[in-house]
């Protein structure tokens, strides 16, 4: 029992590590997409912290497997290393004693990932989705930036202007270029004001501008001057339809529709779960090393099998998607298989010392050639 409670603060600390290391870099890479998007004017600047938020909900779930299947290796490997498994072994325990306390360790971080796959990054997913959804339905005039060039949501019209009050209704020095019909409009004025009118039409009411109409190389280039001039930005505003996509929908709703993509999704919000309590236990035969060599060989074999894992879940859930595969036939298959290759390689540590395992049977055999080689001699 000590050894266990010892174990297990050895575990949490080295977790702790990992996470705040894993968690450090992928905020540092959304924090620098986010704000490029944001910079660009994909994205409203005041919804930067919220969507890196939404987007670390996303990558939560892979972080905390990594985290515990990282640790398990970790600290089973320094075992090795600090010569306290062949303390281990001497006093008559086995390989399989480390299961228990691993999974005590375990359990809690495959709730969470599980709480997290079926319930929060749908959520995160449906938020995300509505915050850019949101920010695509303001009116143009309202999504540029002071300083800089916007294009419109409809793709015919550039807007500029100097500055924009803090309600986001008046704007000066505003530029606005136009292109209907192979035609070419550029409205200049000095100020600018957001307008509803009855039906919930947005428009931009220019004061003391002028407007260029034509190509200016033709005889019917004109120059109109105003007093006030209008522009329509923005039709009725409609409700919010955010991201529909299998992703996005909530577990009941995937069980309620069990098409071919919410059945893909099914298998890889069933696959986290699984994936991350399968890969603690394969970590601790997996941590094997010699104490006189280094520890990065496993641990470059342990990444390629995560790897390996993670993308073979993604092959079986696009084949259910393609309609290639069920959704009852798609996702234990690769699990089983994990699990055989866990059983495989505890039966291979804790047999090591039998006369038909494969390392005993080779020292059987070096032993022999160089006694014959001595008798020769």
């Known amino acids: 029992m000590i050894f266990q409670r010892a174990l297990r603060r050895e575990l949490v600390s080295t977790a702790g590590a990992v996470f705040t290391t894993l968690f450090t870099?992928?905020?540092?890479?959304m924090l620098i997409k986010i704000l490029g998007q944001a910079a660009g004017g994909k994205i409203a600047s005041q919804d930067v912290i919220a969507l890196i938020g939404f987007a670390a909900l996303r990558y939560l779930s892979v972080i905390l497997i990594l985290t515990g299947f990282i640790s398990v290796l970790v600290v089973v490997t320094r075992s090795?290393?600090?010569?306290e498994m062949v303390v281990w072994f001497a006093s008559g325990m086995s390989l399989s004693k480390w299961i228990a306390?691993?999974?005590s360790f375990g359990v809690p971080i495959v709730i969470l990932i599980a709480l997290l796959s079926f319930f929060v990054t749908p959520w995160a997913n449906r938020q995300s989705a509505e915050y850019r959804e949101r920010f695509q339905k303001r009116e143009d005039i309202a999504r540029v930036s002071p300083g800089r060039f916007q294009e419109s949501s409809s793709a015919d019209r550039i807007f500029f202007v100097e500055g924009v009050s803090g309600d986001s209704t008046k704007v000066r020095n505003v530029f606005v270029n136009t292109i209907q019909n192979g035609r070419t409009s550029v409205v200049v004025a000095k100020e600018g004001t957001i307008a509803i009118d009855e039906r919930g039409d947005k428009f931009l009411l220019m004061d003391k501008g002028r407007r260029y109409d034509g190509v200016a190389s033709q005889s019917d280039f004109r120059v109109i001057e105003f007093e006030r001039y209008g522009v329509l930005v923005a039709r009725q505003s409609q409700a919010l339809v955010g991201d529909m996509s299998a992703r996005s929908l909530s577990t009941p709703l995937l069980l309620a529709n069990l098409n071919?993509?919410?059945g893909g999704e099914l298998v890889w919000r069933l696959s986290l779960p699984i994936m991350g309590?399968?890969?603690?236990?394969?970590?601790?035969?997996?941590?094997?090393v010699n104490p006189r060599g280094g520890r990065s060989a496993n641990l470059l074999i342990a990444l390629l099998l995560f790897i390996i894992y993670s993308n073979m879940v993604s092959v079986f859930q696009a084949a259910v998607v393609q309609k290639r595969l069920s959704l009852d036939t798609a996702w234990?298959?690769?699990?089983?298989?994990?699990?055989?290759?866990?059983?495989?390689?505890?039966s291979w540590r804790l047999l090591v010392n039998h006369p038909y395992h494969p390392a005993s049977l080779w020292g059987a055999f070096k032993r022999t050639v160089f006694t014959r080689k001595a008798a020769v001699r």
């Open 80 to 83: 090795y290393q600090d010569s």
């Open 277 to 288: 309590l399968l890969l603690m236990l394969l970590a601790i035969p997996l941590s094997f």
């Open 25 to 29: 870099i992928t905020i540092t890479v």
């Open 332 to 346: 234990w298959p690769l699990h089983v298989v994990a699990a055989l290759l866990i059983a495989f390689l505890f």
């Open 101 to 103: 306390p691993v999974m």
């Open 260 to 262: 071919n993509f919410n």
